[in-house]
């Protein structure tokens, strides 16, 4: 999907910048982060369609920074990035909620087929959440402040 | 065995083998020694016990034996002398002197003395100077003149007397008995001769068991009857008299001279003094015969002391021998073990080392592979490129993405090597599974002229393990047996399955016809990054792969090879996977 939202989260820079050039080129906007505290960061500043995470960095590492991410309740999907050492913690994240995982090197065009899956999970789970909010607000009109509080719907108005 | 010993062995191997055939040598003499010491010294000490004990019991009761029967004797022969004086001297004190010189009455009082059974040969009466008055007997002795003769004196002297074994007159062995009586104060006395046969009858017929006789000897050794054995009346014994005794004597007597060889010269002698005469009474035996009893009882407990000790012996060697196979069973069992967790430990090690440079190589190769994409990228948007240098750019950019490839395939396996990974356990038909390896890489194998021979056993039960971790063992090895005939033209692969010995697992075993692998680093070839094959052709990690997997699976796998001939890889799978004692996992 153009125009998705991206947030590559990485310790390795060039990495990062790279992937940023190579996501832009595909038609993404993307952000990046060098830690997990920034990731978090970044999340809780700006919408974000689908993360791409790395499970090894220093500090906070991905699946501790999965594990925050999944406090702030976002629709935002997650990808796993990962060496083959780590298929287990991939997989421990998949069980945690992220949506799949890609084994480092990987080709930018299956990071870019592996975006757009996520990127149709979240519309899809937020076109749902939309619609049972819409039903729950047709069922009892007075409920749509406690459904849509304020703060959401400016947001969506911009 | 201590650490220091351990390393000993791994450096001298044979030396450590040799050292240990001693060490069981020499716990296998210490052990029968130590046990034949400690049942061989109570077995020998009741033995002994016994047997002392036992002898003298039965020295003792021979000892009363033969006292009682000298006893016996004793009385039996002093009755009989008592007897025969005691006529003598009612006959001298109830009749005169000159009534007796009558030779009708002395005729008379003969026949009535020997009307019971001869027991005088005859008798006569001597006055005080010698002459004979009267003479009833055999012998024409009428006219003889005592006087001189060794017994008158002593007759006149004590009034009785019983003389030794003497010649006399008529040369012939016999011994006679006088006693005096007084007529008007005029001494005369009354002679008899005792019948020698009946006497001696009294002694020489005794019979004590094959070698006991019993004989009479006077005080100066002269033998007053034949004895059973050696000498005869009238000779001096060889036989030592002793000293005048109270009592019995007991003694054992060497016969130093004994002359011919088939009598034992022990002899047990005893022997005891008559009252009147002093004779000395004797009865001796052979000693061994004497104590058959003793010397039988001894053999017994000689034969069953012998029997006992060849019994312990034996049972000690057998022992110690089930025990040492035991130990030594053991020690091989170990120095498997040792060997296994060794290997397992160098895996170990490697692989985390392993893993950590695969990771580390693999995040420059991400940024690699990226900057590929971008070049790629840019090439595509810059549409007024030189042709040859869009062409070597082209040409350069999917070199890299090659070599980076290779790379990744190389850390992908180090990783997988290494990787800690939850075995899928599930049931699967090892038959069917490897049919299904042989017929994937067959196609393969036929291009190199080998052939696969199978020889699967039809009644296998079902193995619980992970197919796909197997999956991956087989086809290693059996690419590697393919390998190995890449200097022949042609070859052949056999892959048998069948039950273990033991019932716990399945044996397979993939053998190859190929060119083997040299001995010396046949005990390298399970190591991480050891490999044969041409560089950048193998990472060296296939069999490490394979050997942790069948460790972790709970099973064993071993080689053999020779060069030329071929290899061989023996697979232990249990039939249930084991709990615990996998490899050490790790992060």
């Known amino acids: 999907m153009i125009g998705a939202k991206i947030l590559l989260v990485d310790d390795e820079e060039i990495f990062v910048r790279n992937m940023a050039k190579l996501l832009n080129a595909r038609g993404y906007e993307v952000t990046t982060a060098l830690s997990g505290d920034a990731a978090i960061r970044a999340l809780s500043e700006q919408l974000v369609d689908v993360v791409v995470l790395d499970l090894k960095m220093p500090g906070m590492d991905g699946l501790a920074t999965l594990k925050e991410m999944q406090k702030l309740d976002l629709f935002t999907q997650v990808l796993m990035l990962t060496g083959h050492g780590s298929i287990d913690s991939a997989l421990e994240a998949m069980r945690l909620g992220a949506y799949d995982y890609l084994t ?35 069922e009892s009109p007075k409920s749509v402040f406690e459904v849509f509080p304020r703060k959401n719907i400016e947001e969506k108005e911009k | 065995m201590t650490a220091a010993e351990t390393n000993g062995a791994d450096d001298f191997m044979p030396n450590a083998d040799y050292r240990r055939r001693e060490e069981y040598r020499k716990f296998f003499r210490r052990f029968v020694l130590l046990t034949l010491v400690s049942s061989l010294i109570p077995l020998l000490l009741v033995g002994w016990g016994i047997n002392i004990h036992y002898t003298k019991f039965a020295r003792n009761r021979m000892i009363e034996n033969l006292n009682t029967e000298i006893d016996h004797h004793r009385k039996i022969i002093e009755l009989f002398l008592e007897e025969n004086i005691s006529k003598l001297k009612l006959i001298a004190r109830t009749h005169t002197r000159d009534y007796l010189s009558r030779p009708s009455n002395l005729s008379r009082i003969f026949e009535m003395i020997n009307r019971d059974g001869a027991s005088l040969t005859d008798i006569g009466i001597i006055d005080h100077d010698g002459r004979h008055l009267a003479y009833i007997g055999p012998y024409d002795l009428l006219d003889r003149n005592y006087a001189q003769a060794f017994w008158f004196q002593q007759v006149m002297e004590k009034g009785i007397f019983i003389s030794d074994m003497f010649l006399g007159f008529r040369r012939e062995p016999h011994f006679i008995m006088a006693v005096t009586s007084l007529d008007n104060g005029d001494p005369w006395i009354l002679r008899a001769t005792i019948d020698t046969e009946a006497f001696r009858s009294l002694v020489e017929n005794v019979r004590i068991g ?52 088939n009598t034992s010269p022990r002899q047990v002698i005893c022997s005891v003094w008559l009252q009147e005469p ?118 350069s ?78 086809l290693n090895l059996i690419t590697n047996a393919v390998d190995a005939h890449n200097e022949k033209p042609y070859g052949r692969i056999d892959i048998t399955t069948q039950l273990s010995k033991d019932e716990q697992g399945v044996m397979l075993c993939i053998a190859d016809s190929g060119s083997g692998i040299p001995p010396e680093v046949l005990d390298k070839i399970f190591d991480p990054f050891f490999t044969t094959k041409p560089v950048g052709k193998g990472t060296g990690l296939g069999l490490s792969i394979c050997y942790s997997i069948i460790q972790r699976l709970g099973g064993r796998i071993s080689v053999e090879s020779s060069i030329g001939k071929g290899t061989r890889f023996d697979i232990f799978l249990p039939l249930q996977p084991v709990s615990g004692g996998e490899l050490a996992e790790k992060q």
């Open chain 2, 397 to 474: 950019l999917s070199q890299i993405d090659v070599q980076t490839r290779r790379c990744k395939r190389i850390t992908h396996n180090l990783l997988r090597f290494s990787r800690r990974t939850t075995s899928i356990m599930e049931p699967l038909n090892l038959n069917a599974f490897v049919q299904e390896v042989v017929d994937l890489m067959e196609r393969e194998a036929n291009v190199n002229g080998v052939k696969f021979v199978t020889d699967l056993s039809k009644d296998l039960p079902t193995l619980v393990s992970d197919a796909s971790q197997l999956q991956q063992v087989f």
């Open chain 1, 104 to 138: 480092k090197p990987c080709e930018i065009d299956e990071l870019v087929l592996k975006i757009e899956g996520a990127w149709e999970k979240k519309d899809g789970a937020e076109q749902k959440d939309m619609m049972d909010k819409i039903q729950k607000v047709v």
């Open chain 2, 210 to 261: 094959k070698t006991g006789e019993v004989y009479l000897v006077n005080s100066g050794g002269i033998y007053q009857t034949t004895p059973r054995f050696h000498g005869s009346i009238m000779e001096k014994t060889r036989f030592p008299v002793a000293e005048s005794h109270a009592g019995i004597d007991f003694r054992l007597w060497e016969d130093a001279s004994a002359d011919n060889g």
């Open chain 2, 278 to 395: 002093r004779w000395l009474l004797v009865v001796k035996q052979e000693y061994d015969e004497a104590f058959d009893a003793v010397n039988h009882a001894n053999r017994a407990v000689l034969i069953f002391l012998h029997i006992s000790g060849l019994s312990i012996l034996i049972v000690a060697v057998l022992v110690t021998r089930h025990m040492l196979a035991m130990i030594r069973r053991r020690d091989m069992e170990t120095d498997r073990l040792n060997e296994q967790l060794m290997q397992t430990s160098k895996l170990a090690s490697i692989g985390e080392l392993s893993a950590g440079v695969a990771h580390e190589i693999n995040n420059p190769l991400a940024i690699i592979s990226t900057e590929r994409q971008i070049l790629l990228d840019c090439e595509k948007q810059t549409p007024d490129l030189p042709p040859e240098f869009r062409a070597q750019i082209n040409d």
